[in-house]
């Protein structure tokens, strides 16, 4: 019992810290996204030592990891190639090959931040979060339906983000100004 409240405690830090993490939710901070965090479904174990693990791979594999998250009560990581994929494996965990490292993912969302930046007016305060997904390579961007179209237009004809994927939501989230800087 004692270890199920610890793990509600450690999920509840996790969440407050992942909340700054895998999911960027004002874009005024001067660092898009802080590296990725990990994720849970809601009736997924929080066990701490599966917290622990996830920061030691992330520390081991540096700039090889993607992102981390709990599925089916073990620990999977995604990350870029098979050298790390073999430590995620020894390590316990399930290991995913990834198409972007999380350092890349927050590249990319800083090239949005500055795209959007250059384009001032109304789309400057257009996206409302960057969602980096490291499972998939993709960055989910939340934008206000006005602006939608031609965010998604200009996103793409300007090629902003290379290869990595970008998604669209609605939303109807805080407008706020890209970072300066």
Same mark, same amino acid.
């Given at each position: 019992?004692?270890?199920?409240?610890?793990?509600?405690?450690?999920?509840?830090?996790?969440? *407050?810290?992942? +909340?700054?993490?895998?999911?960027?939710?004002?874009?005024?901070?001067? &660092?898009? %996204?802080?590296p990725?965090? *990990?994720?849970?479904?809601?009736?997924?174990? =929080?066990?701490?030592?599966?917290? =622990? *693990?996830?920061?030691?791979?992330?520390e081991?594999?540096?700039?090889?990891?993607?992102?981390?998250?709990?599925?089916?009560?073990?620990?999977?990581?995604? !990350?870029?190639?098979?050298? &790390?994929?073999?430590?995620? %494996?020894?390590?316990?965990? !399930? +290991?995913?090959?990834?198409?972007?490292? +999380?350092?890349?993912?927050?590249?990319a969302?800083g090239?949005?931040?500055s795209?959007?930046?250059?384009?001032?007016?109304?789309?400057?305060?257009?996206?409302?979060?960057?969602?980096? &997904?490291?499972?998939?390579?993709?960055?989910?961007? #939340?934008?206000?339906? +006005? =602006?939608?179209?031609?965010?998604?237009?200009?996103?793409?004809?300007?090629?902003?983000?290379?290869?990595?994927?970008?998604?669209?939501?609605?939303?109807?989230g805080? #407008?706020?100004?890209?970072s300066?800087?």
């Amino acid at each position: 019992m004692a270890r199920t409240a610890l793990g509600g405690v450690a999920l509840a830090a996790m969440l *407050l810290l992942s +909340a700054c993490g895998n999911e960027t939710g004002s874009p005024a901070s001067s &660092s898009p %996204t802080p590296p990725a965090t *990990l994720s849970a479904a809601p009736n997924e174990s =929080q066990d701490p030592d599966l917290l =622990q *693990l996830n920061e030691s791979l992330k520390e081991t594999l540096g700039d090889n990891y993607s992102e981390g998250w709990i599925e089916g009560n073990k620990l999977h990581v995604a !990350v870029i190639d098979q050298a &790390s994929a073999a430590t995620v %494996t020894e390590a316990g965990a !399930v +290991a995913h090959l990834a198409k972007h490292s +999380a350092a890349e993912l927050e590249a990319a969302i800083g090239k949005v931040m500055s795209w959007q930046r250059e384009q001032g007016g109304d789309i400057a305060t257009a996206i409302h979060r960057y969602l980096p &997904s490291g499972r998939d390579g993709s960055i989910t961007l #939340a934008v206000d339906p +006005a =602006q939608l179209a031609g965010i998604e237009k200009g996103l793409k004809d300007d090629k902003v983000t290379g290869d990595i994927e970008l998604k669209f939501v609605e939303s109807d989230g805080p #407008a706020t100004p890209a970072s300066s800087g």
